[in-house]
């Protein structure tokens, strides 16, 4: 176990989530049948505080970024909204069109096969739509350097839920479980000041935050927290561009 990690992770270069891109390591990472049920506290409170963010906002579009097979999707169909889908895995992607050209939504609901760093503007070209977007399930996470996305996501003015594991004890075990069980090789455990980071092979990467570490990043990337929600594993925050940062973009 490597308890020196701040030094490593500076001199690796950010990279586009290697591991995620390919299909075996994506499809096995985000198989539900891999998902210890301690993970399922995470995955409720997200849609739950997605689906109130949605109604609170008056929100025309969700947009899920990293979504996978479209989890969020069914949230979107539920208020009778639109939804779109951007993930870099082609296979779930192609999957989810299948499934929505089945259940013949897709009117509403669009996909985009690629990295979310490339697609933060979706669901803000219509005039007068408002979007939510949602980061689902540790994506910042997954990202060496999560700023670039949050920052961009801030300059477009949107709202956002954002989860995220916390660095609890209890988060870190089912987190270790977890990867193990879906067949992640070379797994490294490392304890950050403020979070618990895994690698392993094919660039596999995930780390987790500490309250405070969570909020001032966000803050940091010119977001105000509208709300948050926790419970053993992980955060959740409903954030929305700050007056401050909208001033020094208008300016």
Known sequence: MSQNWNVGIEEKKQSKSVFYERDSGATTIMTLANFPDEILPLLQMEILITYEAMLYFHCDVLVEL?????????????????????????????????????????????TIIGDVLNHTSVGQKEDGQKSLYLLPFNLIGNFRDP????????????????????????????????????????????????????????????????????HTLLERCGFSIVRTSENGIAYCATVKCNESHINERIR
């Not at 996305?149 to 594991?165: E, P």
């Open 66 to 110: 990293g979504c996978y097979d479209g989890r969020a999707l069914e949230i979107a169909r539920i208020l009778n909204k639109r939804y779109q889908g951007i993930d870099l895995n082609s296979r779930a992607i192609h999957l989810l069109r299948t499934r929505i050209e089945r259940e013949g939504i897709a009117d509403r609901a669009k």
């Open 147 to 214: 700023e670039q996305l949050l920052k961009q996501l801030a300059i477009l003015d949107v709202t956002a839920v954002i989860c995220v594991f916390n660095n609890s004890a209890e988060a870190t075990r089912v987190r270790h479980d977890y990867y193990q069980r879906c067949g992640v090789q070379l797994l490294e455990r490392h304890g950050l000041d403020d979070g618990v980071a895994f690698t392993g092979a094919g660039e596999f990467y995930s780390r987790s935050y500490s309250r405070a570490s969570f």
